[in-house]
């Protein structure tokens, strides 16, 4: 007995240890990109990429918000941070409510061809985006939403249908049969039913969805580039133009407070949801 509760101490130790060793693992980009951003540049030009920083200052994160050059323009990404979230807010939003709609009737109403209908749905999710960009271009152009917020919003709700509907169908088909059979015996129709009853259980299914959502939308670069137009480009877009954008020396530290302000809204949308994505996730959402 005392040597299978030693076996399984040193078991637990040596899960702890590389647990520990991954967790820094994955930190240390992070810990220097934020060290490097709170350096002046004399100090970065010492090569110590390790050392912290011998005084702290916020200049590189004022100028890469507010007045970094991305091309002939010099107004950091405070542009691009707006123009995300006004591409984010519809592309999170109307994804997840089609794709609920989508599960809902595909896990339960199932109307005539509805499995032929899932089964293309699952096809477009294996569809590289790149393929797929130049019949958007050309179809969107015909119907004059090119380059423009609509036209990015619309091909962000393309890509994101078949794993919108295949979460919330394979979720709504974990519930019990038993609550829709009672709520039509009642009297329920299609969208009573799914506005009264689906829809309240539906909140670790809607919270892992827009996390998802959220990423994508915000994370996106070529999507973007393509298709938001030079009024809406996205903040992934004004990072580039940043990045690439020097006349003289590169800025390094300016460089590293741009990319965390860039990668800022997905890590806080994660830390902040982070145990509800988990219960969504064991509630069914990944089968």
């Not at 405070?78 to 994804?95: E, K």
């Not at 899932?118 to 090119?146: D, S, T, W």
């Not at 249908?161 to 709520?183: D, S, V």
Request: charged letters at 10%.
């Amino acid at each position: 007995m005392g040597k299978r509760k030693a076996t399984a101490l040193w078991a637990r130790v040596g899960v702890y240890a590389f647990l520990l060793f991954a967790a820094a693992f994955f930190l240390l980009p992070l810990y220097v990109m934020l060290t490097t951003s709170f350096k002046t540049m004399d100090e970065i030009r010492l090569g110590q990429i390790f050392a912290l920083p011998s005084s702290i200052t916020f200049d590189a994160w004022r100028a890469a918000w507010s007045e970094a050059c991305t091309g002939v323009s010099c107004e950091g990404v405070r542009g691009g941070f707006w123009n995300s979230v006004t591409i984010a807010v519809p592309s999170v939003v109307l994804p997840i409510l089609l794709g609920a709609i989508n599960g809902y009737a595909l896990s339960w109403w199932k109307p005539k061809g509805s499995q032929w209908l899932f089964g293309v749905l699952m096809m477009g999710a294996f569809i590289p985006i790149q393929v797929m960009i130049y019949p958007l271009v050309k179809l969107e152009a015909a119907v004059g939403i090119y380059s423009s917020l609509p036209g990015i919003v619309v091909v962000h709700l393309v890509f994101a249908m078949p794993i919108m509907t295949l979460l919330f169908r394979n979720y709504y088909a974990g519930l019990p049969a038993e609550l829709f059979k009672a709520a039509r015996v009642d009297g329920g129709g299609f969208w009573r039913i799914f506005v009264q009853l689906v829809l309240p259980m539906s909140t670790p299914m809607l919270i892992v969805a827009a996390i998802m959502q959220i990423t994508g939308v915000w994370n996106d670069y070529i999507l973007g580039l393509t298709f938001a137009g030079r009024d809406n480009l996205p903040m992934t877009v004004q990072l580039n133009n940043v990045i690439n954008t020097t006349t003289g020396e590169r800025l390094y530290n300016l460089n590293m407070a741009a990319t965390i302000l860039t990668s800022a809204v997905p890590l806080l949308v994660y830390l902040i949801s982070g145990r509800w994505f988990v219960r969504g996730i064991a509630a069914g959402a990944v089968k």
